[in-house]
C-alpha cells in the first residue's frame, strides 16, 4: 500500500486559493442592525480563513454618501469629495477589522500594501486608495497584486440583471456572462457610475489580468461562503479566461 494521504484530499483542493472579496458600504453598514452582521460577516470569515487566503475591501456605504453631500454643499471639488469618500471606506475596514479581532490605527493605503501583507490564514482588510475610483476598482488592484484567483463582490443585489429589475418586470437574471458582457453594461451606464454594477476600470483592470469576478447578495452569508471558497453559489459568475 502507497502511503498517499487521501483522507480530507477533496477540502485540500483550493487551499492556496487567493481571493480578493469587495464588500459594499451598503451592506457592511446599512444602519440596519449592523454589529450584528459584521459580527457574523467576520465569523463566517475567520472560519474559511485557513482554506483560502482573503483580503477585503470595503466600500463607503451612507457614511460616504454624506460626507460627499455635505462636503459638496460646502464647495468641495471632485477631488476633495473623493479624499472623504476614501476616509469613509477605511473607516468601515476599521469596523470590520474590529470585529475580526485586529484592528490597526491604520489600514493598509495601497493595494500593494495589502498585496503584501496578504498571508495564508490572515485576512488583510483595506478601504480605498486614491481619488478617481471606487472600491470595485481597488479590489480588482489588490487581486492583480496578489495574483488571486478571483474577486468576490459581495452586493446588494443577488446577481446581475439584464435591466433594473426595480423598473423593468422582464428583467432577466443572469448567472453566467463573460467579462466583455460586463464591460458592455458597465461602459454604456458610465455616466451613472455611482449606481453602476462594478466600477468600470474594475473590469478593464480585471479582463486585462484574467480576474474573475462573482456578484453575489452579501447579506446572504451561506451564499458569499461559497462564492468566496470558489464553490457553486446563487449569484453571477462573470468568467475573465
Ligand atoms: P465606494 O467604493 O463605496 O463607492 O467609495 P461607491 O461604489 O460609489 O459606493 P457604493 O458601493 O454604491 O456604496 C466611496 C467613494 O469614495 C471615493 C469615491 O468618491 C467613491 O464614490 N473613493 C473610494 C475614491 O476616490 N478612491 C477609492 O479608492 C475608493
Redesign the pocket.
Same mark, same amino acid.
Given at each position: 500500500m502507497g502511503s498517499y494521504p487521501t483522507c480530507g484530499y477533496k477540502s485540500q483542493v483550493n487551499s492556496t486559493d487567493k481571493v480578493v472579496v &469587495?464588500i459594499?458600504?451598503?451592506i457592511l453598514v446599512p444602519g440596519d442592525n449592523d454589529s450584528e452582521y459584521i459580527s457574523k460577516l467576520a465569523e463566517m470569515l475567520k472560519g474559511i480563513r485557513d482554506e483560502v487566503q482573503i483580503a477585503i475591501?470595503? *466600500? *463607503?456605504?451612507?457614511t460616504?454618501?454624506y460626507y460627499?453631500e455635505t462636503g459638496k454643499a460646502l464647495g468641495g471639488d %471632485?477631488y476633495q /469629495?473623493?479624499? /472623504?469618500?476614501?476616509g469613509?471606506?477605511r473607516l468601515n475596514a476599521q469596523l470590520l477589522s474590529l470585529a475580526l479581532g485586529d484592528m490597526p490605527d491604520e489600514v493598509p493605503r495601497s493595494a500593494e500594501e495589502t498585496a503584501r501583507r496578504s498571508q495564508p490564514g490572515k485576512i488583510v482588510v483595506m478601504?480605498?486608495?486614491?481619488?478617481?475610483?471606487? %472600491?470595485?476598482?481597488?479590489a480588482t488592484m489588490v487581486a492583480r497584486e496578489m495574483e488571486a484567483d478571483r474577486v468576490v463582490n459581495a %452586493?446588494s443585489v443577488d446577481a446581475v440583471y439584464t435591466d433594473d429589475p426595480r423598473k423593468n418586470k422582464d428583467a432577466k437574471r443572469i448567472e453566467k456572462m463573460t467579462i466583455a458582457e460586463l464591460g458592455d453594461i458597465v461602459y454604456k451606464e458610465h455616466d451613472a &457610475?455611482? &449606481?453602476?454594477v462594478f466600477?468600470p476600470l474594475g473590469v478593464k483592470i480585471a479582463a486585462a489580468n484574467k480576474i474573475d469576478i462573482m456578484m453575489v447578495d452579501g447579506r446572504n452569508l451561506e451564499e458569499l461562503r461559497k462564492a468566496i471558497l470558489g464553490q457553486p453559489f446563487s449569484g453571477t459568475t462573470v468568467n475573465s479566461h
Open positions: &469587495s459594499g458600504g451598503s475591501v470595503c *466600500g *463607503g456605504g451612507k460616504a454618501r460627499a %471632485t /469629495l473623493d479624499v /472623504l469618500g476614501i469613509a471606506t478601504g480605498g486608495t486614491f481619488p478617481g475610483h471606487t %472600491t470595485d476598482a481597488v %452586493t &457610475s455611482k &449606481s453602476s466600477d
